[in-house]
């Protein structure tokens, strides 16, 4: 079984500038830890210069996913069941007014699933072993068809069959980078 990093097409120029609010904790998000939140939909502020065109795309990742309700459905639909989802509401930080409506998606599972034997470590300038290189070994996934690599646990991974049903369906700034092309510089 082949294995994807899957998030936003990066670097997405076109992408607003969001502030996370601090009701959103960046490292408890990334460990699928359930957020409490004092009220929902979750305000997020865009950073909008007016003279610059803003696209929406389908996932946008200013350090946890949000994705938009065709995202959602879609991954509601292939039987992605794993994820927490909380509504979002992007509001223009000056005029306050809803600029777009998306779902901060909390991925549950964090799965230990590193192919030792495939995998590249170096040591970095600390003398910390780091991986630069991996691989999956598909016999610990599982059977998840989206997870967290708990490794490296702000990637999101989908195994192949789910990519290929995603790739199908007409989404806008989406990435699905074989897990191979990673390569992280010490």
Not at 77 to 106: C, F, M, R
Request: proline share 5%.
């Amino acid at each position: 079984m082949q294995y994807y990093i899957f998030d936003e097409v990066s670097p997405n120029r076109d992408a607003p500038y969001l502030d996370l609010p601090d009701e959103i904790d960046l490292i408890e998000s990334i460990m699928g830890k359930k957020p409490k939140f004092d009220s929902l939909p979750i305000k997020i502020e865009a950073e909008i210069d007016e003279d610059e065109e803003v696209v929406y795309t389908d996932i946008i990742n200013p350090g946890v996913p949000l994705f938009s309700d065709k995202m959602k459905s879609a991954l509601d639909e292939l039987g992605v069941t794993n994820i927490d989802y909380y509504p979002v509401h992007i509001i223009d930080e000056d005029s306050k007014d809803v600029l777009a409506e998306y779902w901060l998606a909390i991925v549950t599972d964090i799965i230990s699933c590193i192919d030792l034997d495939k995998s590249v470590f170096k040591d970095s300038a600390l003398g910390r072993a780091v991986i630069t290189q991996f691989s999956i070994d598909a016999s610990k996934t599982k059977g998840l068809n989206l997870f967290r690599f708990h490794n490296i646990p702000g990637l999101m991974i989908i195994n192949e069959e789910l990519k290929d049903k995603l790739a199908k369906i007409d989404f806008v700034g989406i990435s699905f980078k074989h897990t191979d092309k990673y390569n992280r510089k010490v």
